[in-house]
């Protein structure tokens, strides 16, 4: 299959203008948009959601999907503050010309999964309500620390919201000492898109297929069509300054700059995939 690509092109470069650039360098014609100009996608007004639309356009670039911080507070956080700024950010979606937005499904306290299972799923129904009649597909993705972050807990959140989809992420599940093609079989009838991000045991975020997350096996299974970049790899700082490179590495993957990193994040994907 022919994928098409997006990226959290944020990881580049904070200001938009540098964001296009590095995208049309890569060939990445779609955003997963979360960071602009120094504000979370959440943060920006109308006015600027049709200023970053015209200069992504004139560009022949788009957003594919809002990646915001929805339900990313704890469970016992005010909701009713943060569902109304959810609806606004479904307006940002719609100036932008999403067709996708991700959110998460809260902080818990660690092992008490269970006793906040129903607040969630009341939760992530109000975010479903107000998105009704959008045209737009909300995607929860798995996240440490997040009531979905196992493939268990995030099979029963799609069999109890069926309109609620899945961005598979299988560096957050090897975080999480999650089997990713375990998760997979899971979970993937719910799969919308897939979040390219690989990871070793210990939880450090390598270039996709470099580390444990099977990325090779799910690419074949995936039926989808999109994937998205999220490189999450390290950048050291002071790195240019080293005397010898090769053996002064904080590890094999560390970068000198958020360009490199990305661009070595690109590459990867396209080995994968070619």
């Given at each position: 299959m022919e994928f098409k690509l997006a990226a959290f092109a944020d990881e580049a470069a904070s200001e938009l203008y540098k964001q296009i650039a590095i995208m049309k360098e890569n060939g990445i014609s779609c955003l997963e948009i979360r960071g602009v100009d120094g504000q979370n996608v959440a943060d920006i007004s109308e006015q600027k959601a049709k200023e970053i639309c015209r200069s992504l356009e004139s560009e022949n670039l788009s957003v594919w999907s809002i990646g915001s911080p929805f339900g990313k507070i704890g469970i016992g956080e005010?909701?009713?503050?943060?569902?109304?700024?959810?609806?606004?950010?479904?307006?940002?979606?719609?100036?932008?010309?999403?067709?996708h937005f991700r959110l998460f499904s809260f902080y818990m306290p660690s092992g008490e999964e269970e006793k906040y299972k129903d607040k969630v799923l009341e939760q992530l129904n109000k975010f479903v309500g107000a998105a009704k009649g959008t045209g737009i597909i909300l995607c929860h993705e798995n996240e440490k620390g997040i009531y979905g972050s196992n493939a268990e807990r995030c099979l029963e959140i799609h069999k109890a919201i069926p309109e609620l989809k899945a961005v598979f992420d299988p560096a957050n599940f090897i975080q999480c000492n999650q089997d990713t093609k375990e998760a997979w079989k899971m979970l993937s009838p719910y799969v919308e898109y897939l979040h390219i991000k690989d990871a070793m045991g210990d939880g450090s975020v390598v270039p996709a297929g470099k580390g444990i997350g099977n990325l090779p096996y799910i690419l074949s299974e995936y039926k989808?069509?999109?994937?998205?970049?999220?490189?999450?790899?390290?950048?050291?700082?002071?790195?240019?300054?080293?005397?010898?490179?090769?053996?002064?590495k904080i590890n094999q993957y560390s970068y000198s700059s958020s360009t490199e990193a990305f661009n070595a994040a690109v590459n990867a994907l396209r080995e994968l995939i070619k």
């Open positions: 005010n909701f009713d503050v943060h569902l109304e700024k959810f609806k606004h950010t479904l307006e940002i979606a719609n100036i932008l010309g999403a067709t989808g069509q999109v994937l998205t970049l999220e490189p999450h790899l390290t950048v050291f700082k002071g790195f240019e300054n080293l005397e010898n490179k090769d053996k002064s």
